[in-house]
T-cell receptor, first 111, second 113 residues
Framework: AQSVTQPDIHITVSEGASLELRCNYSYGATPYLFWYVQSPGQGLQLLLKYFSGDTLVQGIKGFEAEFKRSQSSFNLRKPSVHWSDAAEYFCAAPNDYKLSFGAGTTVTVRA | DAGVTQSPTHLIKTRGQQVTLRCSPKSGHDTVSWYQQALGQGPQFIFQYYEEEERQRGNFPDRFSGHQFPNYSSELNVNALLLGDSALYLC????????????FGPGTRLTVL
């Protein structure tokens, strides 16, 4: 079964600076991996997904993620953060029919 | 193209009461999954419905039950509410089974007093 771990609980970044959120996965075969974003009090919005193929995945809102099998990682990046990117970010992997989520990383954007 | 919709948006109940939450999947989707998200935590899987049957269940008591209708919409029922049931309840829809992408609705915020 797949599982994911997000090592960072909270990250603070300045507006305009780059952002990288870490996600480590545990699975033997090629995994399916997702990144979701959740604004306060809202549902989850899909940012991007990795199924196979190109290891660099482009998503919405200027986000991208890179799958690195050698490091068992699927880190999310954005070159220049906007104040509206302040939210909670979840990495997820499917286990049978369900999604298993990491604990989430809260991103605070300072002016 | 309508996304996943949930109703109601917010709900306040007292301990011991029963509640029903509703979900309409994204157009073209036939699978509905329910998740509970307590404050400050990640979503936890409750169960998934496909072809009007529960296909997989998470670690939740029998007080949590569900139903899927022929039009693929779904209900989540919680009986004998406890204070600990206060959470955001998220519905996700997908096509078929397995690892297909799940799309989430805005959630229903349940407060149990």
């Amino acid at each position: 079964a797949q599982s994911v771990t997000q090592p960072d609980i909270h990250i603070t970044v300045s507006e305009g600076a780059s952002l990288e959120l870490r996600c480590n996965y545990s699975y033997g075969a090629t995994p399916y991996l997702f990144w979701y974003v959740q604004s306060p009090g809202q549902g989850l919005q899909l940012l991007l997904k990795y199924f196979s193929g190109d290891t660099l995945v482009q998503g919405i809102k200027g986000f991208e993620a890179e799958f690195k099998r050698s490091q068992s990682s699927f880190n999310l990046r954005k070159p220049s953060v906007h104040w509206s990117d302040a939210a909670e970010y979840f990495c997820a992997a499917p286990n049978d029919y369900k999604l298993s989520f990491g604990a989430g990383t809260t991103v605070t954007v300072r002016a | 193209d309508a996304g996943v919709t949930q109703s109601p948006t917010h709900l306040i109940k007292t301990r011991g009461q029963q509640v029903t939450l509703r979900c309409s999947p994204k157009s073209g989707h036939d699978t509905v999954s329910w998740y509970q998200q307590a404050l400050g935590q990640g979503p936890q899987f409750i169960f998934q419905y496909y072809e009007e049957e529960e296909r997989q269940r998470g670690n939740f008591p029998d007080r949590f039950s569900g139903h899927q209708f022929p039009n693929y919409s779904s209900e989540l029922n919680v009986n004998a509410l406890l204070l600990g049931d206060s959470a955001l309840y998220l519905c996700a829809s997908s096509l078929g089974q397995g690892s297909d992408t799940q799309y989430f609705g805005p959630g229903t915020r349940l407060t149990v007093l």
